[in-house]
Every structure is written in structure tokens, then in C-alpha cells.
């Protein structure tokens, strides 16, 4: 039997309706962000960073999943690669890190882009309250998800930064994830930071 309920906020109560596929929904009384997954309505904790710099286009808020994680590389064999790491100044991923995951449905090979580099340069900015009537695109990745593609994200470093990966022993333990929204221009199809 089919069951349908209307969505209300964990907050306040009013109502709650997306104009796209969504996976995080925004109360339009008190501004608060649920994440919609699997029928259920659950919290989430969600910033919005300001705009830094003006620069020509539409503006627009793209969804990003942080993850806190540890990481611990227990054992690891590499042949060679290591010289060539010194003079291109990659850096190991270890230690308590956060990895950026974009959430918004963008074309992969931008999205792969902007998740390593936010990961291994934390972006800075102003937290700001609400979206202010700009625009945001829609989350397509749940937390769960994006927790994997954390993971993921750390072993591509990995193959990308050695020089022939024999073997690699790990601990990724995920602490906690929360939803930021980077402010971005978009002009002729292309995204350039409003950090």
C-alpha cells in the first residue's frame, strides 16, 4: 500500500516543497537545511560562505559535502615516483583532513578538480546567514555517499601522487560531515569562485 506524507520542517514545522530533485531541502519560514534521503527528513549541519570578490556572471551557490576524517596509512610499497613528488611538491594525505566532495550534479572531470583541490588547499571564507536570493544548485550525493567518495578521493591521490603503488594498508574513520555552499559565477557554462 502506498503512503504519502507531506514533508515539514524539523524546526519550525511549515512545509516543505523542492522545485528540482533535491536531496537537501530548505525551509522557506526559518531557513533551516534538511537532507531528504530514503523518505526521511534529517538534520543537517549546512554553512553558506559568503561572496569575496565580484567578478561578471550569474550568481550562483554550489553544494559541497566536507568530510572529517582520519587517516592513517599503516603500511604502503611504491616504486620510484618519489623524486618526481619532491620537485612537484605533492604533499601525503595523512593525519586529520578534511575532503571536499562536491554534491551538485557538474560535469565530472570539474567536479574531480575542485575535489582535490579544496581538499589539499582548504578554501577560506566568510560564513554568511542564508543564500541572500541567490540560487543554489541541487544535492544529488547523499552524506553516506559522499563519505565513499572521500575515500575514494584519497586512494586516486594516492595512485596519482606514487610512482608505482604495490600495496597500500589504510584507516579512514569519517568523524563527521556537514554541508557547505561555495559561492560561484557562472558565465558561458564555465564556474569561477566567488571566494
Known amino acids: 500500500m502506498l503512503r504519502l506524507k507531506s514533508l515539514a520542517c524539523t524546526s519550525c514545522g511549515a512545509s516543505l516543497s523542492a522545485k528540482k530533485r533535491d536531496l537537501?531541502?530548505?525551509c522557506p519560514k526559518c531557513e533551516k537545511i534538511m537532507e531528504f534521503d530514503t523518505g526521511n527528513l534529517n538534520d543537517l549541519v549546512t554553512r553558506v560562505a559568503g561572496f569575496g570578490t565580484e567578478k561578471g556572471g550569474?550568481?550562483?551557490y554550489i553544494p559541497f559535502w566536507v568530510v572529517d576524517a582520519d587517516l592513517n596509512v599503516t603500511d604502503k610499497?611504491?616504486?620510484g615516483g618519489r623524486i618526481g613528488r619532491f620537485f612537484k611538491d605533492q604533499k601525503q594525505l595523512s593525519g586529520q583532513m578534511k575532503f571536499w566532495i562536491c554534491a551538485a550534479d557538474i560535469e565530472n572531470d570539474q567536479r574531480k578538480e575542485w575535489n582535490m583541490e579544496y581538499t589539499l588547499k582548504q578554501p577560506s571564507f566568510t560564513e554568511q546567514n542564508g543564500f541572500q536570493r541567490v540560487d543554489r544548485l541541487p544535492?544529488?550525493?547523499n552524506r553516506e555517499d559522499a563519505a565513499q567518495a572521500a575515500e575514494f578521493l584519497f586512494l586516486r591521490h594516492e595512485v596519482e601522487i606514487s610512482g608505482t603503488l604495490?600495496?597500500?594498508t589504510y584507516d579512514f574513520t569519517v568523524h563527521g560531515?556537514?554541508?557547505i555552499y561555495l559561492p560561484f559565477y557562472k558565465s558561458n557554462a564555465k564556474y569561477m569562485s566567488g571566494l
Open 77 to 79: 610499497k611504491v616504486i
Open 166 to 168: 604495490q600495496s597500500l
Open 24 to 26: 537537501a531541502l530548505a
Open 58 to 60: 550569474e550568481k550562483i
Open 139 to 141: 544535492v544529488v550525493m
Open 177 to 179: 560531515k556537514e554541508l
